[in-house]
């Protein structure tokens, strides 16, 4: 047992009068606070601790030994405290998706910030995967399944890809009930990942595939939901991007019933066992703050499941 473990278990002894009350206090078993003791005057090589029937009590060399213990301990932590201040400081590198980080990541950013004034953070906001190593970045937020291994994750919550649209498209357009007939409508399609202009349906083992002819083609997410908005076509983006239109009524999820399924959103670092202080800090922080977020939660506003009478949610827009 380390020796500064042994003075404060007899600190607590002599503190609670009991080897019971100081192993309460500090959640060890009754044997090994005997231990303890055991261990520490035979070290000291006299009595230190008179037993009674009622009540555990110092002797004077005890007295004398407590007294020097309690400066000891006291040193002792304000020491890790001062240490632990003094890492609190020095750059952080954190990186977001582009809107997840400006909505969400942001807000966790600027409270830590307040927290601890000697630290400064470079947030990096980038919807494509950075590399942790390569760019000298401590934590990620990502949004997907981890492709390396290596990282360590810590989930926050899931999110899934909703096809959308407004109300007046669909009142002028109707809505479409099978994933093909979106040939028949005009789309909104994101290109800050290039890839073909198709949308994926279904659960990833039994996926298909639905080739697009867009009528708009845009690289960032705030435009794809002006134009979604605006009626301008059917857009899909993911989930927590349309949460607050969907309670609005301002867009309508559209082929429910054909969503691919979620996706974790996670805290990624390179080594949770290793990490600097600040890092750590920022970890624990990020994941009590951002796994509170209902966005990320899938509730039951873009829960799974067809509306009985969809034509009920759009009519008489224009």
Known sequence: ?????????????IQHGSLAGAARKLHRSAPAVTRAIASLEERFGSRLLERTTRRLAPTEAGQRLAERARILLHEYQEAVNDTAESQLNGLLRVTSPVQFGRKHVAPVVMTFLERYPQ?????????RNLELIDEGIDIAVRIGRLQDSSMVARKLGEVTLVTVASPAYLA????????????EHDTIFGTSHPSLPEWRFGPYENSGRVRL?????LNEVETQLLAVRAGKGVARLLSYQVADDL?????????AEYEPLPMPVQLVANNVHRMPLKVRAFWDYAYQQLSQLTHI????????GAVADPKARYQGGG
């Open 213 to 217: 002819t867009p009528r708009l083609l």
């Open 119 to 127: 630290l400064q953070i470079e947030m990096r906001l980038d919807d």
């Open 172 to 183: 002028q357009r109707g809505e479409p009930l099978q994933p093909a007939q979106l040939a």
């Open 247 to 255: 309670a609005a009524g301002t867009l309508v999820r559209l082929l």
């Open 297 to 304: 939660r899938l509730c039951p506003l873009i829960a799974r």
């Open 1 to 13: 047992m380390d020796r500064l473990d042994e003075l404060a278990i007899f600190v607590a002894v």
